[in-house]
């Protein structure tokens, strides 16, 4: 089965830095995405990860350990626009499409 | 460029209707799946076409079922609708199966009373 957790809500202030863990048990593994959804509208790609370590782009970056199941997502210089929920999602096999979502963590970024 | 559309925006139907829901793909983009997503809840894969043939399906009944046609174009239909059905329905779409991203869509959201 599939089990993937991550915190259901956190805060913080405009220009600090906040770090969204995922954890994830899975059948298999091909890949690791980070989304964003701000609400009452579609989630947008953020990051993907397939090999162990950091991808960093722009103000986001994306962590994976894969032999710990772990990832994170990391905002620098949180603006009032970050406030969303951002959404982790595991690939078990090499198909996209049939990608498995955490409950997604609510962002709550304040001045 | 136009992104990924759906139609309708919203919609509300009755207990033991039956749904047809839209999608256009990405320009470029061959592959559609779609994802039910439950208020509070991060979507769930119902099935992918490819091809005009579904490849791949989720935990879903057979009431959902659905269509790709050689525009690439997809519809999804839901028989019997519960009001367990109520969500937002995305459509995303990807330049083949295997590729890593997806695009989707804004969604639409369905209300059955």
Not at chain 1, 33 to 59: C, I, M
Not at chain 2, 1 to 26: E, M, N, W, Y
Not at chain 2, 46 to 65: H, K, L, T, V, W
Not at chain 2, 75 to 81: G, K, Q, R, T
């Amino acid at each position: 089965g599939q089990n993937i957790d991550q915190p259901t809500e956190m805060t913080a202030t405009e220009g600090a830095i906040v770090q969204i863990n995922c954890t994830y048990q899975t059948s298999g593994f091909n890949g690791l995405f980070w989304y964003q959804q701000h609400a009452g509208e579609a989630p947008t790609f953020l990051s993907y990860n397939v090999l162990d370590g950091l991808e960093e782009k722009g103000r986001f970056s994306s962590f994976l350990s894969r032999s710990k199941g772990y990832s994170y997502l990391l905002l620098k210089e949180l603006q009032m626009k970050d406030s969303a929920s951002y959404l982790c999602a595991v690939r078990s096999n090499t198909n996209a499409g049939k990608s498995t979502f955490g409950d997604g963590t609510t962002l709550t970024v304040k001045p | 460029d136009a992104g990924v559309t759906q139609s309708p925006t919203h919609l509300i139907k009755t207990r033991g209707q039956q749904v047809t829901l839209r999608c256009s793909p990405k320009s470029g983009h061959d592959t559609v799946s779609w994802y039910q997503q439950a208020l509070g809840q991060g979507p769930q894969f119902i099935f992918q076409y490819y091809e005009e043939e579904e490849r791949q399906r989720g935990n879903f009944p057979d009431r959902f079922s659905g269509h790709q046609f050689p525009n690439y174009s997809s519809e999804l239909n839901v028989n019997a609708l519960l009001l367990g059905d109520s969500a937002l329905y995305l459509c995303a779409s990807s330049p083949g199966t295997t590729a890593y991203e997806q695009y989707f869509g804004p969604g639409t959201r369905l209300t059955v009373t």
